[in-house]
């Protein structure tokens, strides 16, 4: 039977359908390293783990400066001018720089205090110090996957992303079967350069053609533009971790680590799922809306993404709150207070979909007060509602929290969005008023 015109052009269907591949691979092989890892380090061990994955998420964004989306826009917009791209990339190397001297110094000579404040002990200085040797494989891999995503190369991202997710795993579990809980800590500390390493693999070539190292020269002919978007990943990166670095300790002083660690594992289950949009936004969406100038165009593009994500989305979100129990039995054997959590949390997570849909266009079209008040409000409601329903609903209070954030933000990027192009509309109908 002939595939109909409609399905076999479509680029988002076709990066959606590749996606489903890769994140199936990725999802029953985190189940497994969920599960030796409930059984062997129980809650407590994954909280810990929880802990030092926020910290590395928040180094990805400080060690490239938070430019990441930047990179993506401009290399969509730019990548059939070298010129301009070598200019971007100059830039890019200042900023890189500056990112990964400053969060290495840190690093390294705050890892007393870094390891006190997440693990309430100081015998894990010694990764933090790892850390901090491994932040220029942070930053120079996350600049380079901001030109895979750039490029819109769907096809080689995936098999960066699956190969590169794959070989962590193996360390993983080599780690843990070896050295239980430190092992386990050491193979996420690892995991960059085993990433770097597999993208360097697949995406050399391609990289070459784009970038003429060379001839790279600390420039700042894009340092306008891509400070804004330093400053935006600041709100959404940087404070988001800290935030969940805050709420995560906080659950461990008023109730127990263990609690804490099986917020950790909701929340686990939620990114191994919500990944699955992450790689559709930076291929997809974020270059789309980057192309779009009129309202127009932008509604029904945004309808197009909607009708194609929402409905898998939301047909997957029924299936694993059906299957719950199972899950926890599965994963998490004795996480069984984790099953309240689902309802709230898969909630949240769909409205979360479809507000970071929306949001991306305050990163294509680089609208950064939008973008940080809609952040705030975001992190503000998280933060707050948090402390506030723990000590009535215990643990699911945070996750009652993560619903009601996403109601208020769905409203407030919503409306900020239409008042974007309400402006847009008026300045164009400005001149032939005069």
């Known amino acids: 039977m002939r595939i109909p015109a409609f399905i076999r052009e479509n680029l988002l269907l076709k990066i959606t359908s590749l996606n489903t591949v890769v994140i199936g691979i990725r999802l029953v092989v985190s189940f497994f390293i969920q599960r030796l890892l409930a059984v062997l380090v129980g809650e407590e061990g994954i909280s810990k783990i929880g802990q030092l994955r926020n910290i590395t998420q928040l180094l990805t964004s400080l060690a490239s400066f938070g430019i990441f989306s930047g990179v993506v826009k401009y290399v969509a917009e730019y ?154 990943s600041f709100f959404s990166s940087v404070l988001l971790n800290y935030v969940e670095l805050d709420i995560r300790t906080m659950i461990m002083t008023r109730i127990t680590e263990a609690d804490a660690g099986i917020w950790t594992a909701m929340t686990f289950i939620s990114k191994n799922y919500m990944v699955f949009s992450g790689s559709l936004f930076t291929l997809y969406v974020l270059p789309k809306f980057a192309s779009i100038t009129t309202e127009r165009a932008f509604k029904r593009e945004l309808f197009t993404i909607y009708k194609t994500l929402l409905p898998l989305f939301g047909i997957g979100m029924i299936v694993i709150y059906v299957l719950r129990d199972y899950i926890i039995l599965l994963i998490y054997p004795d996480f069984t207070e984790m099953a309240p959590l689902f309802k709230w949390q898969l909630l949240g997570d769909f409205l979360r979909l479809a507000s970071l849909v929306l949001l991306h266009q305050f990163l294509a079209k680089k609208l950064v007060r939008s973008f940080i008040f ?42 900020l969005v239409l008042r974007y192009f309400k402006k847009q509309k008026r300045k164009t109908e400005t001149p032939s008023d005069a």
């Open 374 to 415: 809609s952040e705030l409000i975001s992190l503000g409601l998280f933060y707050g509602l948090s402390y506030y329903f723990v000590d009535i609903y215990g643990v699911e209070g945070v996750v009652i929290a993560h619903f009601l954030r996403y109601i208020v933000y769905l409203l407030v990027v919503l409306f």
């Open 79 to 232: 990548k059939e001018d070298k010129e301009q791209l070598q200019k971007l990339f100059s830039t890019s190397l200042l900023f890189v720089l500056i990112g990964t001297v400053v969060t290495a110094l840190l690093l390294f000579f705050g890892a007393n205090a870094i390891s006190e404040r997440l693990f309430t002990s100081q015998d894990y200085a010694y990764l933090i110090k790892i850390l901090a040797v491994l932040v220029p494989v942070i930053s120079v891999h996350r600049i380079f996957t901001g030109v895979v995503n750039g490029l819109s190369m769907y096809k080689k991202y995936a098999k960066i992303d699956l190969f590169g997710y794959l070989a962590s795993a193996v360390l993983m579990v080599y780690f843990l079967y070896e050295y239980n809980i430190d092992g386990a800590l050491m193979a996420i500390a690892l995991t960059p350069l085993i990433q770097l390493t597999v993208l360097l693999v697949i995406f050399t070539k391609t990289l070459r053609e784009y970038i003429q190292f060379s001839k790279l020269r600390i420039k700042t002919s894009f340092a306008k533009g891509l400070l804004a978007f330093s400053l935006m």
